[in-house]
């Protein structure tokens, strides 16, 4: 049976431009591609959860521009019930402006816009859409106290809380938001900052060790994200290395938020949480091959089939 997924989150406009490398401060280089695509992280997790076959209903605000209209049609167009995302007409939809260098590597500058209308008051409205819903995908492209609402009434209603915080913070998460966490998905760097640690690459081995403090703020599970390494998880006492497929990178922009969404469709569909992070490892595998964050995405039968 397909899993009920909400998400609450950001909705953009990506606007791609590859280069041999990214450019460094101060400086001008000369690209070799240009693409327009739908993205926000918020977005991203919901249009690839339906993309794996999930029911995806998505909770955000969009401008009155063609960006929102566009951003709500490729939801719709991917199967997402987009009832909960609407439109405020004074402001722009958010955007995003990714340089990808021919490595695969990212730099990315956020203008969030109609993303941070989305109030409280929003989720007070919306909780009887989280009747039967077995995960909610929360990030951290909209207010903090937006996403801490949301968790909160996701806990009241039984809902498995999967929060992946991202953009990195600058500060602490508020305690009591990290406590009504269930699954925390850190890449490393996000991992490091919110343990106290200078951010930077680590190894499985102290990839343990940051999940272990994280898990003393709350959550029962943590995953840290280690990109090609794949990802260690600590759920309760239980340890678990899981290796990435071994794949050409093109384009990481949107790995995170696939990973996420294959995780809570698997987590969804009763498989555990190793079986559901190698799923979620295969998905971003395969969504790093191919540019773009949504138009990355791969369909169920992509990932059924994908065997690296």
């Given amino acids: 049976m397909s899993a ?6 950001s909705l953009n406009t990506d606007l ?3 280069a041999s490398r990214i450019p460094v401060a ?3 280089i000369t690209g070799h591609t240009f693409l327009s695509a ?7 997790q919901a249009y690839a959860a339906a993309r794996l076959g999930a029911r995806v209903e998505m909770i955000g605000r969009v401008g009155g521009d063609d960006f929102g209209k566009q951003m709500r049609a490729n939801l719709e167009n991917a199967g997402c019930d987009t009832a909960g ?3 405020v007409s004074d402001i722009s939809s958010g955007i995003a402006l990714i340089f990808v260098g021919d490595n695969g590597q990212n730099s990315i500058v956020v203008v969030p816009g109609a993303n ?3 109030t409280p008051a929003d989720i ?8 039967g819903a077995s995960s909610l995908l929360l990030q951290l492209e909209t207010p903090l106290a937006t996403v801490q609402a949301a968790a909160a009434a996701a806990r009241a209603a039984g809902v498995r809380v999967i929060l992946d915080p991202a953009p990195a913070p600058s500060t602490a998460l508020p305690a009591e938001l990290v406590r009504l966490v269930d699954v925390l998905t850190p890449n490393e760097s996000e991992a490091a900052i919110l343990a106290g640690m200078p951010p930077g690459r680590m190894n499985v081995a102290q990839a343990f060790e940051v999940a272990k403090k994280l898990q003393q703020l709350g959550p029962r599970t943590v995953i840290v994200k280690l990109g090609d390494q794949g990802c260690a998880l600590r759920d309760g006492n239980d340890e678990h290395a899981l290796a990435a497929p071994v794949v050409k990178a093109v384009d990481t922009t949107a790995a995170g938020d696939v990973f996420n969404a294959a995780l809570a469709v698997a987590l969804g569909e009763g498989a555990d949480t190793v079986a559901a992070c ?3 490892n295969r998905a971003a595998a395969l969504s790093v091959t191919r540019r773009g964050a949504q138009p990355a995405a791969p369909s169920r039968a992509e990932l059924d089939a994908f065997a690296p």
Avoid at 4 to 9: A, D, F, L, Q, S
Avoid at 38 to 44: Q, S, T, V, Y
């Fill in 26 to 28: 101060g400086e001008t």
């Fill in 278 to 280: 190698r799923a979620a």
């Fill in 85 to 87: 995302v609407e439109t």
């Fill in 16 to 18: 791609v431009a590859c």
């Fill in 38 to 44: 739908c993205g926000g992280k918020g977005a991203n």
């Fill in 116 to 118: 941070e209308r989305l």
């Fill in 4 to 9: 009920k997924i909400i998400v609450v989150g």
């Fill in 124 to 131: 007070e409205t919306s909780k009887s859409r989280f009747t």
